[in-house]
């Protein structure tokens, strides 16, 4: 009777991380400057409040493997997040690629920047031969199962937001500011101001009361404005205290002026008395 072992887990006989890097050297993907601030501005305004900060991972431009059976396969999304899974690879290494077999946990969200040269791509557009990679609307949709996929036009300032419904992508309408996700308790909107130095519309993130989340230069810069009308505050206070203090002061002059002109209107009026030969102490008596 032959006895068979149980097979290993993907983790033990698929490549790792360490194996299928971040970069491939015929593919160097340099995504130009818009690319690198608007990924920057997403991290750092993604804020579950109902996850940990090491309980979220967040990337752009980082190689996404889906499939085992093709395990060079990738898709490198402009930006994407993960929830519920270690910011660490293991909980202790920063990560070169994230290979969904290893990591057990795919995609919560995913934004794509278009561009002329990746629209067909990025929204199911494009078709491909026989043994050739399918096109990230497939990954995202059929293959990952990914909860939402956003897709943002920088030329036009269009934004387009598609939520799984019965297993396929749906395109949301927007609530409010943006478009809400109710897993994460936070919405992605079109947020128009300036961030480092460029003025233009962003994708950014936004809470429960439509408050657009601060990054931390951001809150540090609120943290000093508190603190600086905290100070004045305190600064109105000590100068209302010294004024009332004075206040209390000019009082106790005046009356001290009071009772001294009243002492002399006394000593006047006894001095004269006294000149007519009448005893003051005889009328205070009487």
Do not use: C
Request: hydrophobic letters at 30%; aromatic letters at 12%.
């Amino acid at each position: 009777m032959y006895q068979y072992s149980p097979p290993l887990s993907p983790r033990e006989v698929l490549p790792t991380m360490y194996d299928l890097p971040s970069e491939d050297p015929e593919e160097p993907g340099l995504p130009y400057e818009f690319h690198l601030l608007q990924p920057e501005l997403l991290r750092l305004t993604f804020r579950p409040p109902t996850y940990k900060e090491d309980q979220v991972f967040t990337a752009s431009d980082l190689n996404l493997y889906y499939d085992s059976r093709h395990p060079q396969w990738y898709k490198r999304p402009d930006w994407f997040a993960v929830l519920g899974v270690s910011r660490l690879y293991d909980g202790q290494d920063l990560r070169l690629s994230y290979v969904t077999w290893q990591e057990g946990i795919y995609p919560f969200v995913v934004v794509e920047l278009l561009s002329p040269g990746t629209e067909k791509e990025d929204l199911g557009r494009s078709f491909r031969e026989v043994n050739q990679p399918p096109n990230k609307w497939t990954v995202y949709e059929r293959m990952l199962r990914i909860p939402y996929y956003i897709v943002f036009n920088r030329y036009t300032d269009e934004l387009q937001a598609f939520g799984l419904v019965v297993n396929e992508y749906q395109e949301l309408s927007p609530q409010g500011v943006g478009i809400w996700l109710k897993e994460a308790e936070l919405g992605l909107g079109l947020w128009e101001g300036i961030y480092q130095g460029v003025h233009r519309r962003w994708l950014r993130w936004y809470d429960g009361e439509g408050n657009w989340i601060p990054t931390p230069v951001e809150q540090e810069r609120q943290r000093s404005e508190q603190e600086r009308q905290r100070a004045e505050l305190a600064q109105q206070q000590v100068e209302q205290e010294r004024q009332r203090a004075e206040l209390a002061q000019q009082q106790v002059e005046q009356e001290r002026q009071r009772a001294e002109q009243e002492r002399q209107r006394a000593e006047r009026l006894a001095a004269h008395l006294r000149s007519l030969g009448i005893n003051p102490h005889d009328i205070e008596l009487g």
